[in-house]
């Protein structure tokens, strides 16, 4: 695959790819496929109807891995990409994506990732999402993923998404729909600055017996950045739900966390946490007396805290 | 080593002014262990935050080597050779204690080196090195912990808060030993402290009253008239 520097620092940044990974595989550039593997339990195909992919995952299948990362490396391109993961009953497998944007030009470039994950009964999903921007054109690097999870009976999800850098604007929509004793664990890590914008909003219905969600998202906004965040969750039945919002908030940035939490069964247990405020000084103090400077100390910190 | 020229450390309480510190002079003289004591709230703490310029003083100097560093920040102070292990040890997120020791020492320090750090404070490092220093720690582990991140430093004027809190009965004993050892080492050490065991390996012990130094000497001197007093 021929890849420009800029797509491979995106490949890289997104997928941790420095060349063709095992397993399955397809690479977006520019709205294009332009590569494309299955194996023999991974068959990755493109839709008809619409930009996307079908990943069929047969059951069984374990400790494989789907990589999917896309990158955008030309200005003005805006994308609406609807990939859906069928995972196969009792399946374990690791999906990569992620997505890059390069924008030196003047006008927007965005993102749309719809993402839809079945579940099938006994089976476990790693997946891992991570969001990046850079090129210093006038032109925005938009970023809007939508996930939406239908977990049948006793599978589990790890979801691991995060935006770092670079990305001027984003709206994040997580659903999740989790049937009998299935697991949800969801660590989110949101970083803005500059005029940066990002919303994001998690609707986890736990419908099933014994179903659990553990949300954690924790952000950092620094400069004149905003971020809103809504996290709810729904109790339909005995089951344990637990959300986390904690955000460093930094020079004039805003954020505004919504936590919500909706039982509808005298077993649903659910749990909401959120803070809000400036780096904590007693760890600054402690970073300072042990020789950094305090600049040097607050990214410690903020790594630390978005690890 | 170190000098304090008339001390004030004053806080706003409502109107008026409430005096912590009041006319404080002291010397500490290189490779000496000065322990600091008195009673809660006599202002041990607010001191030796003053000399790592963590509180700003009202009033008064502070002279180290030779130099005057009232006005210097933490950082320099740091740099300078001033190292200070916190009576409430601070918790992260997102960092373990490898990273703290690498943080303290300035530089990559091998997992050898930090792993013999960690033994000195009789932790396993093991189970250790990787650990977030979080509050999933125990209140002593943390301490330990504080305590090997100054060990890390290689300052040369160790100034430790209470490191006795929360440490077991069972490892006083290497508590002990290792401010020995740190004085062979030509450290000097100001350590603020309740514990006799400890008063009793100073070359000097100053006791703190109400912002004050009330009565400073000897061990044998000093103990002997608090003694005295209980009496
Ligand atoms: N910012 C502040 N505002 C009000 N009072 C303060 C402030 N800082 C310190 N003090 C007071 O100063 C006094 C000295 O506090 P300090 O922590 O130095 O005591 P200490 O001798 O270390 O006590 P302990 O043995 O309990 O650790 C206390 O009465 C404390 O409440
Ligand atoms: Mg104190």
């Known amino acids: ?307 | 080593m170190l000098k304090l020229i008339d001390i004030d450390f004053e806080v706003k309480k409502g109107r008026s002014r409430l005096k912590i510190l009041d006319h404080l002079s002291l010397e500490i003289l290189p490779n000496t262990l000065t322990v600091i004591t008195g009673p809660n709230g006599s202002g041990k703490s607010t001191l030796a935050e003053i000399v790592m310029g963590i509180k700003t003083p009202t009033n008064g100097r502070i002279i180290l080597n030779n130099i005057d560093i009232t006005d210097k920040s933490i950082t320099e102070r740091a740099k300078l050779g001033i190292a200070f292990s916190f009576q409430q040890p601070v918790k992260f997120n997102g960092i373990n204690v490898y990273d703290l020791l690498n943080i303290a020492n300035g530089e990559l320090i091998s997992k050898e080196e930090a792993s013999k750090l960690l033994k000195s404070v009789g932790l396993d490092s093991e189970k250790y090195l990787l650990r977030e220093v979080n509050g999933k720690l125990s209140g002593g582990e943390l301490k330990r912990i504080e305590i090997a991140s100054i060990l890390a430093r290689n300052a040369e004027l160790l100034i430790f808060d209470e490191p006795e809190a929360g440490i077991d009965l069972w490892s006083f004993e290497d508590l002990t030993r290792l401010f020995r050892k740190l004085k062979a080492m030509k450290k000097t050490l100001l350590i603020i402290s309740h514990q006799e065991r400890i008063l009793k390996l100073a070359d000097k012990i100053i006791v703190l009253e109400e912002g004050s130094i009330k009565d400073q000497g000897k061990p044998a001197d000093v103990l002997a008239k608090i003694k005295e007093e209980k009496r």
């Open chain 1, 1 to 307: 695959m021929n890849w420009t520097n800029e797509e491979k620092q995106i490949f890289c940044e997104v997928a941790d790819v420095f060349e063709i990974p095992e397993g399955a595989y397809n690479f977006r550039v520019n709205g294009k496929s332009v590569g494309r593997k299955s194996t023999e339990n991974i068959n990755i195909e493109p839709k008809t109807d619409v930009s996307g992919l079908d990943i069929h995952i047969k059951p069984g299948t374990k400790n494989e891995t789907v990589h999917i990362p896309v990158a955008i490396s030309v200005t003005g391109l805006s994308e609406a990409v609807y990939n859906d993961f069928h995972v196969g009953k009792g399946a374990d497998v690791t999906i990569i994506a992620g997505c890059g944007i390069y924008n030196c030009g003047p006008t927007d470039s965005t993102h749309n990732g719809i993402h839809r994950f079945f579940i099938e009964k006994g089976a476990k999903v790693r997946y891992i999402e991570r969001h990046y921007g850079f090129g210093g054109g006038r032109g925005g690097k938009i970023l809007n993923p939508v996930t939406e999870l239908y977990m049948e009976d006793d599978t589990e999800a790890l979801l691991e998404m995060e935006q770092i850098k670079g990305v001027d604007s984003t709206i994040r929509e997580t659903k999740a729909k989790l049937g009998d004793r299935a697991k949800l664990v969801v660590k989110e890590r949101l970083m803005t600055h500059g005029r940066q914008k990002a919303e994001s909003s998690y609707n986890v219905i736990l419908d099933g017996v014994d179903s659990t969600a553990d949300v954690v998202s924790r952000a950092i906004a620094q400069d004149v950045s905003r971020q809103n965040l809504k996290l709810t969750i729904v109790g339909n039945n005995k089951c344990r739900g637990h959300s986390e919002c904690n955000a460093i908030l930094m020079d004039d940035a805003k954020v505004i966390a919504t936590p919500s939490l909706e039982a509808a069964n005298i077993n649903a247990e659910l749990i909401h946490e959120a803070a809000i405020g400036k780096i904590a000084g007693d760890q600054l103090t402690k970073l300072m007396t042990l020789g950094l400077t305090k600049k040097e100390a607050e990214s410690k910190i903020i790594n630390g805290f978005l690890k």
